[in-house]
């Protein structure tokens, strides 16, 4: 079942345009790098970001949004637990990012599925 990987970021203040820039291009860049090693092969299936330019009240500072899919719950561990490129973008943007959001979900799963 496909995850939804959604993450919403508000930038330190100390970031510039041209920081912000080179941030938001590793994190799509991501697409391009992450590879399963037990098969080689790139395993984020889409990857997309950009401004936020909501015109409801509810952006709590948050500045930029990003939409990636994975295949699958397991694509979506390594991503998060394991995967080396984004334990490096980790790093890159420590003390950069103010607040990060993320919420995952399978689209049309409204509940918990258990077993
Ligand atoms: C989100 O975008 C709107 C429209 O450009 C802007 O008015 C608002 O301040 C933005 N929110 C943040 C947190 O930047």
Do not use: W
Request: with cysteine.
């Amino acid at each position: 079942m496909t995850i939804v990987h959604i993450v919403l970021f508000q930038f330190n203040s100390t970031v510039d345009a041209a920081a912000t820039d080179d941030i938001i291009k590793r994190m799509l860049a991501l697409k391009d790098q992450c590879v399963r090693p037990d098969t080689g092969v790139l395993y984020i299936k889409s990857s997309i970001g950009g401004l936020n330019n909501s015109k409801e009240k509810y952006s709590d500072g948050l500045t930029h949004g990003f939409v990636v899919e994975f295949e699958n719950v397991q694509d979506r561990n390594y991503y998060v637990n394991e995967d080396s490129y984004h334990k490096a973008f980790q790093a890159f943007t420590y003390g950069k990012i103010e607040k990060v959001r993320v919420i995952d979900f399978t689209p049309g799963e409204f509940r918990e599925v258990h077993g």
